[in-house]
């Protein structure tokens, strides 16, 4: 009976390994490279972006291997290098290889680096809105030494580094990389802005509705100056039934001009410090809704390079419920 009960227990962890092998997650395995010199030994900088794995091992295609995370392997001469990651945990293992070229006797450095936009303030490639953060990526080749060159003076040896930009500025950003006496430099103009801010899209996303969800009405929205006068609006829309009172939108907004009111894509605010009112009104055979908000356009500015500029803002009030969208200029 005892060895029965020992076969029956060996056999359910035999199971239970098994369902856990099947059950594991395998690596996920990915790596880039840079090189970091002109002359041989040439310097490769190693960056593991493998997912899911407990060790790894790197072959060199040399002869050489090394269990590092992240290593720096020194090649003595040109040549073609396979280069294999594997990654593997209690379970599983996956490799990947890639080829590196080195070809030529020496190399001339190469300054390179990327721009990331971090709070959504870019509106083209080069123009950004304050207060903005970008963040600087080295992807430079074939160097021993760099340095940025920033704005105002400022400078860093730092691989990657994040500005912050709380004001207007029109300046350049430079990125030096050398070698012995090799020298290379990337620039980038850039400029950050005042913002300014059109209404894009007009939406009313919910109004009210009878005991049946039946609403035959007629909706509409007007938008006022700090006076009183109204600068611009959006024509009356006629809503039938409840299905077709979801998302009732105005592409198209009629704007104040020296000849009556035009129709436009969009409605310009003409000053960022001004406070506007938009009213929506809907007319039922019951009676008349409405809500109003008022607003200026610096409501809207993120206060420091922490917050992201919102692609467009919500309100909701007495069952009426609206968005509008934002075109950052």
């Known amino acids: 009976m005892r060895q029965i009960t020992i076969i029956f ?20 395995v990915d790596f880039e490279y840079n090189f970091r010199a002109c002359d041989y030994p040439i310097a490769v900088h190693f960056t593991n972006l493998s997912k899911d794995y407990e060790d790894v091992l790197w072959s060199f295609g040399d002869g050489t291997s090394a269990t590092d995370i992240h290593p720096i392997h020194y090649y003595e001469a040109p040549g073609m290098y396979v280069v294999k990651l594997t990654a593997y945990n209690q379970e599983r293992l996956k490799e990947e290889e890639i080829l590196i070229n080195l070809s030529e006797n020496s190399y001339e450095p190469i300054a390179e680096f ?3 936009n971090l709070n959504n303030s870019a509106i083209d490639d080069n123009v950004f809105l304050a207060p903005c953060r970008l963040e600087l990526i080295n992807y430079s080749r074939y160097y ?66 009878n005991m049946e969800g039946i609403v035959p009405a007629n909706v509409f929205f007007s938008i006022f100056d700090e ?103």
């Open 9 to 28: 227990i060996l056999t359910l962890m035999a199971l239970a390994s098994f369902s856990s092998c099947k059950k594991g997650k395998r690596p996920k």
């Open 114 to 116: 990327t721009i990331n």
């Open 144 to 209: 021993t030494d760099f340095a940025w060159d920033f704005p105002n003076g400022q400078n860093s040896i730092d691989h990657n580094f994040e500005l912050d930009f709380s004001t207007p500025v029109e300046s350049t950003i430079s990125l030096n990389a050398s070698c012995e006496n090799k020298n290379a430099m990337a620039t980038f103009d850039f400029v950050v802005k005042q913002p300014e801010l059109s209404f894009d899209v007009v939406r009313l996303v919910e109004i009210p509705t």
């Open 227 to 329: 006076n009183g006068w109204e600068v611009a609006y959006g024509e009356s829309i006629s809503v039938a039934d409840a299905n077709s009172a979801v998302n009732v939108t105005w592409d198209t907004i009629l704007t104040e001009g020296f000849i009556g009111y035009t129709p436009s894509e969009y409605f310009d605010l003409d000053d960022m410090e001004t406070q506007y009112t938009i009213v929506f009104v809907c007319e039922t055979p019951t009676g008349v809704f409405e809500t109003a908000y008022n607003f200026e356009g610096e409501d809207f500015v993120p206060s420091s390079p922490d917050e992201a500029f919102n692609s467009g803002f919500g309100y909701s009030f007495n069952a009426l419920n609206f968005e509008l969208d934002f075109r950052w200029r």
